[in-house]
Nanobody, 119 residues
Framework: QVQLVESGGGLVQPGGSLRLSCAAS????????MGWYRQAPGKERELVAT???????NYADSVKGRFTISRDNAKNTVYLQMNSLKPEDTAVYYC?????????????WGQGTQVTVSS
């Protein structure tokens, strides 16, 4: 059993910044790729950024240059630093982790955290 707990969401003005965190707890061998996804009302969930266990990153074009994904493997935690936020960034943000075990691998999701960018 693995739990992903997110924190850091909230209300921010355009141009502001937020830092999201997602910590994994439970029993597992290791964590592979971790990522952040978001879903705005009435829209499909979309990938925001991913990061491998070795630190290689990938970003959606809409957030390149503004968002930074990072991870602390010792803490089993992934972060998303969001700068220069825009109203179109408003969404529920979900973290995802590829949980690796010897017999079977699973993808786990966080509970979601609301990010609202508004004047």
């Amino acid at each position: 059993q693995v739990q992903l707990v997110e924190s850091g969401g909230g209300l921010v003005q355009p141009g502001g910044s937020l830092r999201l965190s997602c910590a994994a707890s439970g029993r597992f061998f290791s964590i592979g790729i971790m990522g952040w996804y978001r879903q705005a009302p009435g829209k499909e969930r979309e990938l925001v950024a991913t990061i491998t266990s070795g630190g290689s990153t990938n970003y959606a074009d809409s957030v390149k240059g503004r968002f930074t994904i990072s991870r602390d493997n010792a803490k089993n935690t992934v972060y998303l630093q969001m700068n220069s936020l825009k109203p179109e960034d408003t969404a529920v943000y979900y973290c995802n982790a590829e949980i690796l075990n010897f017999r079977v691998n699973y993808n786990y999701w966080g509970q979601g955290t609301q990010v609202t960018v508004s004047s």
